[in-house]
């Protein structure tokens, strides 16, 4: 509406409201239809639609619960299996023998490098020592209970940061 | 043709983010007009206007179309949000002798009307900047019946049920919120003797 219709709306407004005219509203109606609405700035509606999204958040949320929940059962079960293993008729390749033939190929590998860079002489020495201390019981032993310890470890955490959450919720 | 308001708020209802996303892109000016009428501040009227869409969100599962328009029930949801905020903020700056009255007064909660409000500064020049400037220097719940029943086309009844006013009390509003806007305007220089002496 042009600022003159809007001089007539108002001057017909004001002039039945003094006369006490029942037309009055409908004049203000018209005046008021003229006026523009206030707005809000760009990009509301995408932050209304942003902050009703975490909505599905939980969902999510509850999803990674699962699936780490999941895993470490999926890991206590194949920690616990190990003993079994000793049961089955078949005889797996027992550790031992499988990091000593290794440490023979290493040391064969590094043997043949050696006879042109005398440097990796000593590393192949180091690694051949190395190599045999991983092949005795014990070491298997200690690598068995680190990943078992791991195991655990990472379920406490697990419950601790769960536990946290909901006293900080 | 559109969508109606329940068709989109059904499919809402049933997870569809962009129905409620059309909602919103209807009801946003509406809603934030209401709401920046009633604060007089702007950017606050942005954030309880998103407030009340949010809320309007999680409650859609309460909007019962037999019972009203889907506009009047979110309208109701802004004035509420509007009224609660204006009410906390108060409490934290009025001594607790001065509460414990039960009847609802706006005076109390919403701004004071004659203070100068951000809105008056950007909103001065032609006829229309003054007809708004008058409106933001009527009494605060005038402000809001005069914007949902000329602005937004409520009928009487709905916009009792958005402002919880007797019907009686509304149509009385508006009548007075007429009246003193056209003493304001007619003081501004804008009366019908103005134009017989500029003519």
Known sequence: ?169 | MGKSDEQLVAEARGGSQRAYRQLVDRFERPVYNLVARMVRDRTLAEDLAQEAFVKAFHRLETFRPEQGKFSSWLFKIAHNTTIDHLRRSRLDTVPLDAEGEDEPDYHAILPDEEATSPLDATLRGDLGQHLSVAIERLRPEYREVIVLRHQEGLAYDEIAEVAGLPLGTVKTYIHRARKELAALMTEAGWGPEAEAGAG
Do not use: C
Not at chain 1, 89 to 114: F, H, M, N, Q
């Open chain 1, 1 to 169: 509406m042009k600022d003159s219709d809007l001089r007539t709306e108002l001057m017909r407004w004001l002039r039945a409201e003094g006369a006490d005219d029942d037309r009055a509203d409908q004049a203000f109606g018209s005046l008021m239809a003229a006026m523009p609405r206030l707005s809000p700035s760009a990009g509301f509606a995408e932050r209304v639609m942003h902050a009703v999204s975490p909505a599905s958040a939980p969902a999510f949320a509850w999803g990674w619960k699962v699936a780490l929940a999941a895993a470490l059962t999926l890991a206590g079960l194949a920690t616990a299996l190990i003993p079994a293993l000793r049961l089955v008729p078949v005889e797996p390749p027992r550790l031992a023998t499988v990091a000593k033939a290794l440490s023979d190929a290493t040391g064969w590998v590094v043997e043949w490098i050696a006879g042109g860079l005398q440097v990796w002489d000593v590393m192949a020495r180091v690694g051949q020592a190395v190599a045999t201390a991983m092949a005795t019981p014990e070491a298997t032993a200690a690598l068995v209970g680190s990943a078992i310890l791991g195991s655990i470890a990472l379920y406490t955490l697990n419950r601790l940061l769960t536990l946290e959450r909901r006293m900080v919720g």
